[in-house]
């Protein structure tokens, strides 16, 4: 009895031969780094990993030294008209950001999607200046400012960055920088529906109601100072304004301004307001007004508000009936130590009012703070 068998030749086989598809796919397991020494291979291997997403998709400049400018320029070019992702967080002043660096960001910014720019404040005035740039690709805009002591700049941020004209610009982050209260527009930001603006705790800042000037379709607004004064009174528009709003968070730095702006902002039709930092028993219920019974309320970890906390903890109230949310976070420390003699209380009146609970209709609970006394996230109170 006889097999007969199928022979298939064996050839040999060389990284030559691998289908570029292949190559490609493999590229996306590695870092930038990777692909760099993987580019070495041979020439085919360095066509495809020069036009691998990796190499101009995500740009990020740290430093400034010749070679580091000259890949900048390289992976900035191999873009191709693609928007792309451009991060320069470079610290420190010197000439090289001022006559190369700055360049290069300009050249970059016609087909930027996502540019984040941190940088010494003395070299402000070389960076507005590029910013006057058209970019008509970008979506998000970050823009900070290095400097002793956060000495904050008194030169706001010219009304007419990114060639003055409407655009797709949706998200801005503003860091250390200050918006100018005197301008009527800000063609760049008509289209806005994201802003943080946050100044220094020393800083002390008038309510910022011509940010709804400047930012007609404005839905989240996140704003940090030190203080916070009023000069004339909300007009109607700036209440129509402010109730558009989807989120508000405030981080006011001084105890008795974030009483005082509880009591003078219009928040009532804001669907969702998050206040960083204690606050008095009084400012509590003051923040809770809008609000009915039955609650839906909850503890969570999360990361922001606080712009100088790795983490605070969240005390969430939320109307059953018409989902409005006002949210409470503190620094996680508030609540890991019993107050000193004579030291106030950070606890938050709601966890030491005895009628509260009754009002309850859910709780949930973060698994991340830890068992409450019961396993799972949520469960039903009755009320």
């Not at 397991?29 to 993987?38: D, G, M, P, Q």
């Not at 949706?170 to 100044?199: K, R, S, W």
């Not at 508030?334 to 859910?362: M, R, V, W």
Request: glycine share 4%; proline share 7%; charged share 25%.
């Amino acid at each position: 009895m006889s097999t007969n068998l199928i022979y298939y030749p064996l050839r040999s086989r060389h990284i030559h031969s691998l289908p570029p598809e292949m190559i490609t796919d493999s590229f996306w397991y590695l870092s930038f780094t990777e692909v760099r020494y993987a580019a070495q291979v041979c020439q085919r291997w360095r066509d495809l990993g020069i036009d691998h997403p990796i190499f101009w998709w995500y740009i990020e400049a740290t430093s400034i030294t010749p070679g580091a400018l000259e890949l900048l320029r390289a992976r900035i070019g191999q873009s191709k008209g693609r928007p792309f992702t451009f991060k320069v967080d470079v610290k420190g002043n010197s000439r090289v950001v001022e006559r190369d660096l700055i360049d290069i960001i300009g050249a970059a910014l016609h087909n930027v999607g996502d540019l984040s720019v941190s940088l010494d404040a003395l070299v402000l005035m070389d960076l507005f200046a590029m910013l006057k740039y058209k970019a008509p690709k970008l979506k998000r805009l970050h823009l900070k400012l290095y400097s002793q002591d956060r000495c904050v700049p008194r030169i706001p941020l010219w009304y007419n960055v990114l060639g003055d004209i409407p655009g797709g610009l949706e998200f801005v982050h503003l860091d250390d920088i200050l918006l100018d209260q005197g301008a009527e527009v800000m063609p760049c930001f008509t289209n806005v529906t994201y802003l943080e603006h946050c100044l220094p705790p020393s800083i002390e800042a008038n309510f910022p109601a011509f940010v709804f000037r400047l930012c007609p379709s404005l839905k989240k607004f996140i704003f940090r100072c030190g203080r916070v004064t009023y000069g004339d009174p909300f007009t109607e528009a700036d209440v129509e304004a402010i109730s558009r709003l989807e989120f508000f968070c405030i981080d006011i730095a001084e105890a008795v301004s974030r009483a005082e702006f509880i009591s003078r902002v219009p928040l009532n039709r804001v669907r969702d307001v998050t206040i960083a930092r204690v606050l008095d028993p009084d400012s509590v219920y003051d923040f809770l007004a809008p609000l009915r019974s039955p609650f839906l309320f909850g503890f969570s970890l999360n990361r922001p508000p606080l712009s100088d906390s790795k983490q605070t903890f969240d005390i969430d109230v939320q109307d059953y009936r018409s989902r409005q949310r006002r949210t409470f976070a503190q620094f996680r420390s508030d609540y890991e130590h019993k107050p000193h003699a004579g030291e106030e209380s950070c606890i938050n009146a709601l966890l030491e009012n005895e009628e509260f609970h009754a009002q309850i209709l859910t709780l949930s609970w973060d698994k991340s703070i830890g068992e409450p006394g019961l396993r799972g996230c949520s469960w039903g109170c009755p009320s």
